[in-house]
């Protein structure tokens, strides 16, 4: 199946240059605001976030009367992206390094770990410690909230916090930032959650200065890799006897198979690794002191597999510790995972990420894309591939799986827009007004009037894009019964962002609603350049750049992709089956969906066709929904009492 994304960078190498203290352009960027107390950095997996905390870190130590500084991680593996470095061979000033009994990631009981981060926040000596979330949280219990003062506390994969009452690391962050003087840096690769739970409350996020590096910039600056691309695999039955047709073994390829409570699993992760070994050939041998495992293929060739699926802790320590210590592109050619090999796991020969099943998370989709987006001489392509199953009309999950599909697309539009170059927008107020590089002017757009405007349309655009791409009604729009796209753009849109951002004034909600559209509208056209003009495509229809107005751009589906890629990609049949399954649980409509309706669509209607009303049974869609609306209408004035020539 083709892919949904597929995206070409220029290979120019600057975002692996360094510059004279030996920083990448992002570290260089995050540096750049290292006097900030409280620092968010949001930069795609192999960015090389881990050293910009050194460089951060270390200054605060030297140069901003910071005491000690704390690194916590998700996980203990992730803890040996943090492991000493010497930083002066690169004509930084200082070393990262510390004492070994301060990194707390590794094997051992909790309760010995929060003695020994106890220890370190009372020791004169110690000013680095590595730990997990888990020892920061029981540690912070087991002390003084004053012992954090003059303490800079990086979380690593900082979507693991969120405002959500129930999360303690959340409480942990909230409470030191209200009651310490410490700084907190804060990293993340992805700030998506595929919950409704923000990562930080409004109130909390506005202290933080925000660094961003987006995945166009890291990706367009790499050395080798080429191309991206990202589509799913349909299948029918159990996933097993369709794991061959999309996992190709000659690809350095990473499996992540279905969580035991997802529909896609049998319930027995052991026999679908071994299953899964089987369609490949034959296990000849697996290696006693590194777990790795020999399948030969039916072609004759040997592969390595790594299985991070078996739960034995001896085991899997044995296998986690070759994949570790691997740098050869031929140490190995497959790992199966469940839920490891995600977040903060390095395989920069990784060619293929190969997910079974819908993930709910677009955080995890994120991570799990950017095992396969590191840069290495052995490939130009990277390739992510959702395998998901049909939605079946038989079956009673058929609403789930649909809806299950719609997000796994939504999700793959959404990586599509993260993916691209980005614009700038600005109004038009002239004819032949020259726009910057990079800049595309329109005639009736608002630009922010606001410093939180600002900040959302710089840092927080994609985040809302997600919002807005997993909203239930939405989605419901996407395949289903035609929407108008004014309406998707004037009175859906800006009702997700008013949940978002409840802060927000009336003018504010248009301000961003406008730059969302604008942007997702720009993003999922073609750009063509004819002579010394450019052409923008929008609803199959190519607009000149000059003549772009915000209410030519309201008059686009900026999700009509989705449908387009729903009709190539299954049948008429299976198409026919979302369709019905979305218009038997159609979008309730709301007052101003049938107010916009009758006032720019209705009226038009009646004047073209001789006063006479659209029809409930046209073959029309567009014609149905007002048809829709005039009962709606009509009824609403019933309930309010009054007649129909009131």
């Known amino acids: 199946m083709p892919d949904l994304v597929n995206v070409t960078y220029a290979q120019t190498g600057k975002s692996l240059a360094v510059d004279h203290l030996g920083m990448r352009e992002m570290q260089a960027r995050a540096f750049a605001a290292r006097d900030a107390q409280y620092l968010l950095l949001k930069a795609p997996p192999a960015s090389g976030k881990s050293r910009a905390l050194m460089f951060l870190g270390l200054d605060k130590l030297f140069n901003q009367g910071i005491k000690k500084v704390i690194v916590a991680v998700p996980e203990r593996s992730i803890g040996a992206s943090f492991d000493p470095i010497k930083l002066t061979e690169d004509n930084f000033f200082a070393d990262w390094e510390f004492d070994d009994k301060y ?194 293929r039916k072609d004759g060739k040997t592969i390595k597999v790594a299985d991070l699926v078996n739960d034995d802790e001896k085991e899997r320590n044995k296998i986690v510790a070759y994949l570790r210590e691997m740098d050869s592109v031929d140490d190995m050619d497959l790992i199966i995972a469940l839920g490891m090999a995600k977040e903060g796991f390095d395989w920069p020969f990784c060619e293929h990420a190969l997910t079974v099943g819908y993930r709910g998370s677009l955080t995890e989709i994120i991570q799990i894309i950017g095992r ?98 997993q909203d239930s009604k939405i989605l419901q729009a996407v395949p289903g019964e035609f929407i108008d796209p004014e309406v998707i753009n004037k009175v859906m849109v800006p009702k997700v962002i008013q949940q978002k951002y409840p802060d927000l004034s009336e003018a504010e909600v248009e301000e961003i609603r406008q730059h969302v559209v604008t942007d997702s509208v720009i993003k999922n056209g073609e750009i063509k350049e004819v002579g010394d003009k450019k052409f923008v495509l929008m609803a199959n229809k190519f607009v000149n750049i000059e003549d772009l107005h915000i209410d030519l751009i309201d008059r686009v589906n900026p999700f009509q992709k989705a449908f387009e890629v729903l009709s190539k990609s299954v049948t008429t049949k299976l198409l026919r089956v979302i369709q019905d399954t979305i218009n038997a649980n159609r979008i309730t409509m709301t007052d101003e969906e049938a107010v916009l309706l009758y006032r720019d669509k209705i009226g038009p209607f009646l004047k073209m066709n001789n006063n006479k009303e659209p029809s409930l049974n046209s073959n ?26 009131e």
């Open 372 to 469: 396969c987006t590191r840069d290495s001489a052995n490939k130009t392509h990277s390739q992510f591939t959702n395998l998901i199953a049909q939605p079946d009309a038989e079956n009673d999950l058929v609403k789930l799986s649909v809806n299950n599909m719609l997000k796994a697309i939504t999700a793959s539009l959404l990586m599509e827009q993260v993916l691209a170059p980005n614009f700038k927008f600005k109004t038009k107020k002239f004819d032949g007004e020259e726009a910057e590089a990079g800049t595309i002017k329109i005639r009736g757009f608002k630009e922010p009037s606001s410093q939180r405007v600002k900040d959302i349309v710089e840092s927080d655009l994609n985040d809302l894009k997600a919002t807005i791409l």
């Open 103 to 296: 990194n707390l990631c590794t094997p051992g009981g909790e309760s010995s770990k929060v003695d020994a981060l106890k220890d370190f926040l009372n020791d004169n000596k110690g000013t680095i410690l590595i730990c997990t979330h888990a020892t920061l949280r029981f540690a912070f219990d087991a002390v003084d909230e004053s012992v954090f003062n003059d303490v800079l506390l990086a979380i690593d994969e900082f979507h693991h916090v969120s405002a959500d009452v129930d999360n303690r690391l959340g409480e942990v962050l909230r409470s030191i930032m209200a009651k310490t003087s410490a700084h907190v840096v804060a990293m993340t690769g992805s700030y998506f959650r595929g919950d409704s739970v923000p990562v930080l409350a409004p109130e909390d996020e506005a202290k933080f200065r925000k660094v961003t590096y987006n995945y166009y910039e890291q990706l367009n600056g790499y050395t080798h890799l080429k191309t991206l691309g990202i589509g799913y695999h349909f299948y029918t039955g159990r996933y097993i006897n369709a794991i061959d047709e999309v996992l190709d073994t000659d690809q350095k390829t990473i499996l992540h198979i279905p969580n035991v409570n997802a529909g896609e699993s049998t319930k027995d992760k052991y026999k679908e690794v071994d299953l899964i070994l089987d369609s490949i050939g034959k296990v000849t041998r697996q290696d006693p002191d590194t777990g790795v495992i020999f399948v030969e």
């Open 620 to 645: 029309d869609p567009l014609e149905r929904r007002m048809a829709e609306a005039l009962v709606y209408l009509r009824n609403k004035k019933r309930q309010m009492g009054r007649s129909e020539e």
